[in-house]
T-cell receptor, first 113, second 115 residues
């Protein structure tokens, strides 16, 4: 079974702090994704990566950056957290370009106060 | 650009009744379609997918969906629901192998199964 793990289930940070959300997958998947989930809005893509050190902006990249130094790990960075970034963050991975099935982690609920 | 519309934000239904969760999409190219389920405090799990072939797709837990190209729909159905089906359901679309690799999700439908 594919396993996608996220470093924290719950996180509370203060406005202006730098926040790191970590995601690790154990199945040698090429593609990794970060989404945020908000009530009534579904999941919105922040960034994705299709290879080590490669990244592409999604639909809502403002205020976020990402890092992929190793194939199995994809980090989401909030350079200066703001209250409107309070949300559920979901990481996902998929095998390759021709594989569209994404496997999701359990999510990190981030609260910025 | 592609988009997904889930018309119902909440669907209450009694146990053992049939249910249909509606999904419509828009895209200028051919698409791949997915339904995911999210149980409370968990990540998303794939229910079923349509990539090509038969337009009636069967998934896990007794769910099925039918791809209707002319109506740009991919509605999810189950003939008899169980309490354990209570969850949020997301429809998603990908623009085939020529498009971007990420999914575009609908806003979700919360299925509430009552005894």
């Amino acid at each position: 079974d594919v396993k996608v793990t996220q470093s924290s289930r719950y996180l509370v940070k203060r406005t202006g702090e730098k926040v790191f959300l970590e995601c690790v997958q154990d199945m040698d998947h090429e593609n990794m994704f970060w989404y945020r989930q908000d009530p009534g809005l579904g999941l919105r893509l922040i960034y994705f990566s299709y290879d080590v050190k490669m990244k592409e902006k999604g639909d809502i990249p403002e205020g976020y950056s990402v890092s992929r130094e190793k194939k199995e790990r994809f980090s989401l960075i909030l350079e200066s957290a703001s209250t409107n970034q309070t949300s559920m963050y979901l990481c996902a991975s998929s095998l390759s370009t021709r594989s569209y099935e994404q496997y999701f982690g359990p999510g990190t609920r981030l609260t910025v106060t | 650009a592609q988009s997904v519309t889930q018309l119902d934000s909440q669907v209450p239904v009694f146990e053992e009744a049939p249910v249909e969760l509606r999904c419509n999409y828009s895209s200028s190219v051919s698409v791949y379609l997915f339904w995911y389920v999210q149980y409370p405090n968990q990540g998303l799990q794939l229910l079923l997918k349509y990539l090509s072939g038969s337009t009636l797709v069967k998934g896990i837990n007794g769910f099925e969906a039918e791809f209707n190209k002319s109506q740009t729909s991919f509605h999810l159905r189950k003939p008899s629901v169980h309490i354990s089906d209570t969850a949020e359901y997301f429809c998603a679309v990908s623009e085939g192998f020529t498009g971007r690799r990420a999914l575009t999700f609908g806003s979700g439908t919360r299925l509430q199964v009552q005894p």
